[in-house]
């Protein structure tokens, strides 16, 4: 399975652009990027996801290399609200066919005032 | 649309004691999924349902029993507690499967 590689914690003050950078440099061609965050522990809120294109919505931007061995979640303008833990997530076909997600540690992400 | 639900939010149990914790959700979804989150980590696949009627092992199965009960809910039992039990318990569903999930709000779960 791909796994996802994180840093621990970031901080970003507010009002500026969070970019979270994210490795899975074992990704398959058809395993796609998803980004979730998780608020004081309350259950994981889907923020984006792509396979290869970089991908935009009203949440956040997401970038991913050519290759497809990192990806960078963008949070253009960082709130106080947008404090979480922030999962790189692979999701993976399984040998039987079904689909699975790959939850790593995530980042905690702190945005200071 | 209240999306996923998960009854009850926190319960403590002693070991060897038994509890099913539920799950429902209101999008017409057609997978479910269990996971669990100990301290500091992400998340772990216990079970899922693919489909009404159907059931499968994730990543961590051993301690635990799934009922996909209908369309709407999906329950997971613990017949008999264990200290290692003590997590927090994420129910999730998507349309299909290759579908982004919904998570609900989890249920606080520890075992003396």
């Known amino acids: 399975d791909a796994k996802t590689t994180q840093p621990t914690s970031m901080d970003c003050a507010e009002g500026r652009a969070a970019n979270l950078p994210c490795n899975h440099s074992t990704i398959s061609g058809n395993e796609y990027v998803y980004w979730y965050r998780q608020i004081h522990s309350q259950g994981p809120q889907y923020i984006i996801h792509?396979?290869?294109n970089n991908e935009t919505n009203e949440m956040a931007s997401l970038i991913i290399t050519e290759d497809r061995k990192s990806s960078t979640l963008i949070l253009p303008h960082a709130t106080l609200r947008d404090t979480a833990v922030y999962y790189c997530?692979?999701?993976?076909?399984?040998?039987?066919?079904?689909?699975?997600?790959?939850f790593g540690t995530g980042t905690r992400l702190k945005v200071l005032a | 649309n209240a999306g996923v639900t998960q009854t009850p939010k926190f319960q403590v149990l002693k070991t060897g004691q038994s509890m099913t914790l539920q799950c429902a959700q209101d999008?017409?979804?057609?997978?479910m999924y269990w996971y669990r989150q100990d301290p500091g980590m992400g998340l772990r696949l216990i079970y899922y349902s693919a489909s009404e009627g159907t059931t499968d092992k994730g990543e961590v199965p051993n301690g635990y029993n799934v009922s996909r009960l209908n369309k709407r809910e999906f329950s997971l039992r613990l017949e008999s507690a264990a200290p290692s039990q003590t997590s927090v318990y994420f129910c999730a569903s998507n349309l299909a499967e290759q579908e982004t999930q919904y998570f609900g709000p989890g249920t606080r779960l520890l075992v003396l």
């Open positions: 997530i692979v999701r993976v076909v399984t040998t039987s066919g079904t689909y699975k997600y790959i």
């Open positions: 999008m017409n979804h057609n997978s």
């Open positions: 792509g396979l290869k």
